[in-house]
Each structure stands twice: as structure tokens, then as C-alpha cells.
């Protein structure tokens, strides 16, 4: 599946650098996020995750934050590398204890383009 | 293992045809999901199938689309009588469904494009 092509904000980073994305989320009533990268022609690929309790986590090279406040998540990627490049999109959903089902709703998704 | 497979991969049709696009989740996953990805537009959530519970159909558009899984595995989601606004990357998913945190993998999908 190609990612959304038109109208993404897109964030340009030299490879080295670091990238922050950011992801503004709707439901405040959510218990769950996660981050997918989704390289052109393919699915949406997970990447890390968040339970509603934490405010951070870390995987390789990945860090989530969650500021349940302001109802904001990001993703920082370390050291931004050539594959890299992909369309990011955040998600969240409801436990099933208040929700049936795990659906998720997807944020709009944020274009990273790294320059060598 | 196998990922989450879909077919056809492309599909161009007429408007007022129907079409039916098929997803085979990873084996031995009881969740699957269609969600639908137009150019402009995020993905967003059209059908939900959990073990022999009745799909939740909520985020169907209209009557003209449908879904069904067999056997708690193939999925077939079918359009009827298409409009240009259905064209998009039709994406399916799976997961186990055991815990609120189960990761849902996604097929590569399939682009319809409806003329």
C-alpha cells in the first residue's frame, strides 16, 4: 500500500541527526498507542509502542513519549539513517474494558525524508 | 513465519462494477481488521472480525461494502457497484487479540482504482 502522498507535513533530517515526531491524539479515553512506519508500496510496520501508564518508552534506536495532558505523542528516532525514509503514523485505541474491539485510529502520518 | 498476504495487489475497475479483494491473516491469528488508506487521508478503520463474534461494522462508508471471513481465517471485503471515491489502498490486518496490546501486522495491501 502506497502511504498518503499528498498534503503529509514533512520533516527533512540530516542522516546522523536525530528526528522528533510529533502526533497530536483525539480520544482522551485511550489506553494505548503505537507508532507504524509505512515505506512506499508496503503496509504500515510496527514500530514501538505505549501503555496510557507510562510516559516513555525505548527501543532500539526509538524513544515514545506520551504527554497524556496535552493528549500529544512523539517519536524520536536516534541517529536518522537512509532507511529511515517513510511515511510515520501514530494510532491509538481504547482497552477493551471500554471499547469493544481493538480498532485503531490513525493520525494523519508525517513524511521523513533523511539527506545524506 | 508468513506475514499477512492480500490480493490482488492492484485492481482497476469501472464504476457500477463490483469487486472483492482477499486477505489471509498470519496463521493462527483470531483478529482481523480492513482498514482503508485514500491519497489526502490517513487509514481509517472499516471492519473488525474477532473469533466467531459478530463483526463490528462500524466504520463501514455505506451498504454497497461488505465483508465476510470464512472459517476464521480468509477475508473477502466486496465493493458493489464502485464510485471514484472508493479508490484507495484497501489495507488488511491481524492480530491474536488475546490482550489490549496486541500488535496488529498489516498485509501490503491492494490499490483500487475505480474509473
Known amino acids: 500500500g502506497e502511504s498518503v502522498g499528498l498534503h503529509l507535513p514533512t520533516l527533512s533530517v540530516q542522516e546522523g541527526d536525530n528526528s522528533i515526531i510529533n502526533c497530536a491524539y483525539s480520544n482522551s479515553a485511550s489506553d494505548y498507542f503505537i507508532w507504524y512506519k509505512q515505506e512506499s508500496g508496503k503496509g504500515p510496520q510496527f514500530i514501538i509502542d505505549i501503555r496510557s501508564n507510562m510516559d516513555k518508552r525505548q527501543g532500539q534506536r526509538v524513544t515514545v513519549l506520551l504527554n497524556k495532558t496535552v493528549k500529544h505523542l512523539s517519536l524520536q528516532i536516534a541517529a536518522t539513517q537512509p532507511g529511515d525514509s517513510a511515511v510515520y503514523f501514530c494510532?491509538?485505541?481504547?482497552?477493551?474494558?471500554?471499547?469493544?474491539?481493538?480498532?485503531?485510529?490513525f493520525g494523519g502520518g508525517t513524511r521523513v525524508l533523511v539527506k545524506p | 513465519g508468513a506475514g499477512v498476504s492480500q490480493s490482488p495487489s492492484n485492481k482497476v475497475t469501472e464504476k457500477g462494477k463490483d469487486v472483492e479483494l482477499r486477505c489471509d491473516p498470519i496463521s493462527g491469528h483470531t483478529a482481523l481488521y480492513w482498514y482503508r488508506q485514500s491519497l489526502g487521508q490517513g487509514l481509517e478503520f472499516l471492519i473488525y472480525f474477532q473469533g466467531n463474534s459478530a463483526p463490528d461494522k462500524s466504520g463501514l462508508p455505506s451498504d454497497r461494502f461488505s465483508a465476510e471471513r470464512t472459517g476464521g481465517s480468509v477475508s473477502t471485503l466486496t465493493i458493489q457497484r464502485t464510485q471514484q471515491e472508493d479508490s484507495a489502498v484497501y489495507l488488511c490486518?491481524?492480530?491474536?487479540?488475546?490482550?489490549?496490546?496486541?500488535?496488529?501486522?498489516f498485509g501490503p495491501g491492494t490499490r483500487l482504482t475505480v474509473l
Open positions: 494510532a491509538e485505541k481504547m482497552s477493551r474494558r471500554k471499547a469493544a474491539g481493538n480498532k485503531l485510529t
Open positions: 490486518a491481524s492480530s491474536l487479540d488475546y490482550t489490549d496490546t496486541d500488535t496488529q501486522y
